[in-house]
């Protein structure tokens, strides 16, 4: 999936259903002669700030707050 740098998605935690906004701050792309990669960095709420890889995090990401609630209430 596509994202752009600023970008805001949101995060539906699997076993929970807790919703986390996150920041699209970064998109690297990676060129070597066998393919093309692409990864997004999500920075998190908080005091901290922290920065995450969108590949490495196990929560469902939704770009659309109505595509979130339409999943919610879809699974409740």
Same mark, same amino acid.
């Given at each position: 999936? !596509? &994202? +752009?740098?600023?970008?805001? *998605? &949101?995060?539906?935690?699997?076993?929970?259903?807790? @919703?986390?906004?996150?920041?699209?701050?970064? #998109? *690297?792309? /990676?060129?070597? @002669? #066998? !393919?093309?990669? $692409?990864? &997004? @960095?999500?920075?998190?709420?908080?005091?901290?700030? $922290? /920065?995450? *890889?969108? %590949? +490495?995090?196990?929560? /469902? *990401?939704?770009? %659309?707050?109505? %595509?979130?609630?339409? &999943?919610? @209430?879809?699974?409740?």
């Amino acid at each position: 999936m !596509e &994202y +752009n740098v600023g970008q805001v *998605v &949101y995060l539906l935690g699997n076993k929970s259903f807790t @919703i986390l906004p996150a920041l699209i701050v970064e #998109e *690297v792309i /990676r060129k070597t @002669i #066998e !393919e093309q990669t $692409k990864q &997004y @960095i999500l920075e998190l709420p908080g005091e901290n700030k $922290k /920065r995450v *890889v969108l %590949d +490495n995090i196990n929560e /469902r *990401v939704f770009n %659309d707050i109505s %595509d979130l609630r339409d &999943y919610m @209430i879809e699974n409740t």
